[in-house]
């Protein structure tokens, strides 16, 4: 039987938790039944090298960034004739399955899919930011929702949100979860190695945060406002923010107000994600909002402790037999539940254990989602 083709859309395949689930769900798909091809903006990104060190067909959309510049310029000399191209591309392939990921890519996917004549678009919800309480981004989810053939959440939450808030159509709504890829997450080196590496000291207890550095969203100064809290309930705690993104500089001088002893280690971007988990005693994720963040079924799975703040889809996969959950905006909250924690090993491993089985017990592996999405393209 001819294989399926599925055409993955995404804005970036820089290194966050949607780029690295186009990844794992493009290389997971069986070959002999889909052909994946994966098409983002830019060239040179390094999911796409990622991607193509594995066998995939990347195609980059635009020539280069266009941020800065007149918007004249932008408006005739880069996003219509971009459009353009994605409307001929899309209309070459319109008997294939189109699977959009972030914005504006889902709205592009659906809006001129539809015109070129795509019948089979699928996207997806990962999490809803603020921004789209506007009537605008509400009446487009509206649209959208009911011209794609499916829309999916990664977590129930989230999918009660779109139908609620957004008013996408509830018919169209389904639910699969972001699984982790246990092959992926076999770290290479000992935690005490991967500290020394990073900067720490190589038994001291290590908490830390993985996320892009965006305070609105990742919350890390929240984190920082409660180290100093954290000291003093467990001394000799070492703290760590991994990621990149664009609030790097404020973050850095959220850091040096800090007592020197308190400070985190910045260490950017990592790609052995694996190794850098299992280095952590306690992973932090005190976001103001989320849907299900994949680094937190990541460091689940690694049988790592989790404090997390109560938003979004979080309670749905962490409760306090596996982790901690704190209220959202609240340090000190934070800081009690980090502090219990950092100062009891026996603790630690017990919630570690739990939240393993949890992520085995819900179906929350990298191969149960490969299925769901192999039997929602293979229906439509």
């Not at 910045?266 to 694996?274: I, K, Q, S, V």
């Amino acid at each position: 039987m001819k294989p399926i083709r599925v055409l993955f859309l995404t804005g970036s395949l820089n290194l966050g938790g949607t780029e690295r689930n186009i990844l794992h769900l493009a290389t997971r798909l069986n070959p002999e039944r889909f052909r994946v091809e994966v098409w983002s903006d830019y060239e040179g990104e390094p999911v796409q090298a990622q991607l193509r060190a594995r066998g995939i067909q990347c195609r980059a959309l635009k020539p280069g960034h266009s941020l800065g510049r007149p918007l004249l310029t932008r408006l005739f000399r880069h996003n219509l004739p971009y459009q353009w191209r994605l409307f001929r591309l899309l209309r070459a392939n319109r008997e294939s399955v189109v699977h959009a990921f972030g914005f504006p890519m889902a709205y592009y996917a659906v809006l001129i899919g539809r015109l070129a004549g795509c019948r089979r678009i699928v996207f997806a919800v990962q999490d809803w930011d603020v921004w789209k309480r506007s009537g605008v981004y509400a009446a487009l989810d509206r649209v959208c929702s009911r011209l794609a053939e499916r829309v999916v959440a990664d977590g129930q939450g989230a999918r009660r949100l779109a139908a609620r808030r957004q008013g996408m159509s509830p018919d169209r709504l389904m639910t699969i979860y972001d699984g982790v890829d246990s092959e992926e997450l076999k770290p290479n080196r000992s935690p005490a190695e991967t500290r020394r590496d990073l900067g720490l000291a190589p038994d001291a207890v290590t908490v830390g945060m993985i996320a892009r550095l965006d305070l609105a969203k990742k919350g890390q100064d929240i984190f920082l406002s409660a180290i100093p809290a954290i000291r003093a309930k467990a001394p000799g705690t070492q703290f760590i923010i991994v990621g990149d993104g664009p609030d790097r500089a404020r973050i850095e001088a959220l850091i040096e107000s800090l007592p020197a002893g308190a400070r985190p280690v910045m260490a950017g971007r990592r790609t052995n994600l694996a190794d850098v988990l299992a280095a952590l005693d306690i992973l932090v994720i005190p976001s103001r909002w989320e849907s299900v963040p994949k680094i937190l079924l990541e460091a689940m799975w690694l049988a790592r402790a989790a404090v997390a703040a109560r938003v979004g889809d979080i309670p749905e996969i962490l409760d306090e037999t596996c982790g901690a959950l704190v209220p959202p905006n609240d340090p000190g909250a934070l800081a009690d539940a980090v502090g219990r924690l950092a100062g009891d090993e026996d603790l630690r491993l017990r919630i570690g254990r739990a939240a393993h089985e949890r992520v085995r017990a819900l179906g929350l592996t990298l191969d149960d989602s490969v299925r769901a999405y192999e039997k929602l393209y293979e229906e439509l």
